[in-house]
Each structure stands twice: as structure tokens, then as C-alpha cells.
């Protein structure tokens, strides 16, 4: 089973902007809040281009979150969920890399 996204995960943009979550709740926690597929995901840092003008990655869209686990009503997030990084135009850019996450609880 993969392992569960909390605050405490490192997240990236394709291009190496840091993903910061702002989990909706706080309830659920393991070793710190796990993350849901509704909560805030704001890209900061990320260089992308599209010829000369800029085009960063600003926000996170998740397209597939855990299919069995839910926390206040929403599934949460695995190192497998599939999230989509968004331009400002709501473009999408690439997807959400996980570089690090809490490796003790799992979900499917």
C-alpha cells in the first residue's frame, strides 16, 4: 500500500517549485495532518518559462486521490494519488512530484 501525503511530505512542481499544503483539517493525523484531495495546495519558487514569459506553476489539482480512505469526507492523498500543477491560467504544466513522505501509515 503506498504511503500516505500529511503537511510534513515534500511536494514538487515538475519545473522545482515547493508545494506547501494547507490541510482543511486537522483531526487526522500520522506524525503530522494528512493531506485530502480538497485541501489548499500553493506552488512557490517554480522558474518556468513558455518562450520569454514567465509561467510558473501556482496551484495543485488532484485528479486521483486514494480510492478506500477518507478523512471529514474526502479521500485522502497517497504517494500514488496523481495531481496536476496549474499555471495561473489554469493551464496544466505537469504533475506533482513526491520527493519525501511519512513512510509508517498506509491507505489505499
Given at each position: 500500500?503506498?504511503?500516505?501525503?500529511?503537511?510534513?511530505?515534500?511536494?514538487?512542481?515538475?519545473?522545482?517549485?515547493?508545494?506547501?499544503?494547507?490541510?482543511g483539517?486537522?483531526?487526522?493525523?500520522?506524525?503530522?495532518?494528512?493531506l485530502?484531495?480538497?485541501?489548499t495546495?500553493?506552488?512557490?519558487?517554480?522558474p518556468?518559462?513558455?518562450?520569454?514569459?514567465p509561467?510558473?506553476?501556482?496551484?495543485?489539482?488532484?485528479?486521483?486521490?486514494?480510492?478506500?480512505?477518507?478523512?471529514?469526507?474526502d479521500f485522502?492523498?497517497?504517494?500514488?494519488?496523481?495531481?496536476?500543477?496549474?499555471?495561473?491560467?489554469q493551464?496544466p504544466?505537469?504533475?506533482?512530484l513526491?520527493?519525501?513522505t511519512?513512510?509508517?501509515?498506509?491507505g489505499?
Amino acid at each position: 500500500m503506498p504511503a500516505l501525503l500529511t503537511s510534513a511530505s515534500t511536494l514538487m512542481c515538475p519545473h522545482g517549485g515547493t508545494v506547501t499544503a494547507t490541510p482543511g483539517s486537522v483531526r487526522a493525523q500520522a506524525g503530522a495532518p494528512i493531506l485530502r484531495g480538497s485541501d489548499t495546495f500553493l506552488i512557490a519558487g517554480c522558474p518556468f518559462m513558455i518562450g520569454p514569459a514567465p509561467s510558473p506553476c501556482m496551484t495543485v489539482q488532484w485528479v486521483e486521490t486514494a480510492s478506500r480512505v477518507q478523512h471529514a469526507e474526502d479521500f485522502v492523498l497517497t504517494e500514488a494519488s496523481l495531481g496536476l500543477c496549474l499555471a495561473a491560467t489554469q493551464a496544466p504544466q505537469g504533475a506533482v512530484l513526491v520527493v519525501m513522505t511519512q513512510p509508517d501509515a498506509q491507505g489505499l
